[in-house]
């Protein structure tokens, strides 16, 4: 089969489209026929093997344990392993799998669900990762709430706005100039241009998923009682990068009136992926994808993804 694989660490151009063997599922897995794969912000950082602490928490330390990178897909279901009952060959699911940037991947069968009937498999494949880690980001919101999304244009931003309006929050959306638009089409109530303008105003809750503002800078905008959810970011330097601002946020916690805490992107639960299923047939939720790429085209795919480009989320098809 072909996939996009690497075998050691560095830059994007150790990625390369090859033949390799295909994937057979064991208990509890099933073979998924790859349709789209979406692209996150993880791909880059398991290729680059930076910041060095993903390396000491299983990913490799002289190389990367996963030959293959990706991790949301959707497709249809070619074979079970056994004890798998409750998905047949042919089901059309989405989710995630380890090395989902291939014609098939290998997933965890407790780790896909049926696809929503309402879209198609490229749209599919934008929702797993980002629109997970925006419901787990909203825990805490609430109706009336005012909440503030720094980086309302990207991919776990522009499902953050769509959730939170769900729940019936005030939401400010803060983005660049050129995502204006697409954060008002997904329904902010107030948009600020970071390039024209500053964060003024304090809120119940600030979701940060662009983020290198210092904590205290954040802080200052939160009400006396407020939460502060930190959503990856870049930066931070090679040994722990963005997680240093997470710890930070976590040690300082305890001592102050504000929660903060930090949130790693996942999709390893099917509660919330039928959650977002349930909300996408509803139309309260609806996948912003801004471009496709082809499997042969994927480390372009990721390079638009690193350079902050995407409005919403990009997918690589096959």
């Keep these: 089969m072909r996939a996009i694989v690497s075998d050691r660490y560095g830059s994007l151009d150790v990625l390369q489209l090859k033949d390799i063997e295909r994937p057979r599922p064991g208990p509890g897995e099933v073979a998924v026929r790859v349709r789209a794969a979406g692209v996150d912000p993880s791909i880059w950082h398991l290729t680059s093997g930076q910041p060095y602490l993903i390396r000491l928490l299983g990913f490799g330390l002289r190389r990367p344990r996963r030959l293959v990178p990706g991790l949301d897909l959707a497709g249809t279901i070619e074979e079970i392993g056994p004890g798998v009952t409750d998905l047949r060959p042919g089901d059309e699911v989405f989710g995630t799998a380890d090395g989902s940037f291939a014609e098939y991947a290998i997933a965890k069968a407790s780790r896909v669900v049926a696809k929503p009937a309402n879209l198609a498999f490229d749209q599919a494949a934008a929702v797993p990762v980002s629109a997970c880690t925006a419901l787990k980001g909203l825990l805490s919101v609430q109706s009336g709430q005012r909440l503030l999304v720094i980086g309302a244009g990207g991919g776990v931003g522009s499902y953050a706005v769509q959730l939170a309006k ?21 329904g902010a109530d107030e948009i600020v241009d970071y390039k024209r303008e500053s964060i003024t105003g304090r809120y119940d809750v600030i979701l940060d998923t662009a983020g290198d503002r210092p904590l205290s800078q954040l802080r200052q905008h939160l009400s006396p009682k407020g939460t502060l959810v930190i959503v990856g970011g870049e930066g931070g330097g090679k040994l722990v990068g963005s997680v240093a601002r997470t710890l930070r946020a976590a040690l300082l916690s305890p001592f102050v009136s504000h929660q903060l805490k930090g949130l790693i992107a996942t999709a390893e639960n099917p509660a919330d992926l039928l959650e977002l299923k349930r909300l996408i047939a509803e139309g309260a939720v609806t996948p912003v994808l801004d471009r496709t790429f082809p499997l042969a085209e994927a480390v372009a795919a990721i390079r638009y993804v690193q350079q902050g480009h995407a409005r919403g989320k990009v997918v690589v098809t096959l």
């Design 166 to 186: 769900a729940r019936q929050a005030h939401v400010t959306g803060v983005c660049s100039t050129a995502k204006t638009d697409l954060v008002k089409m997904l």
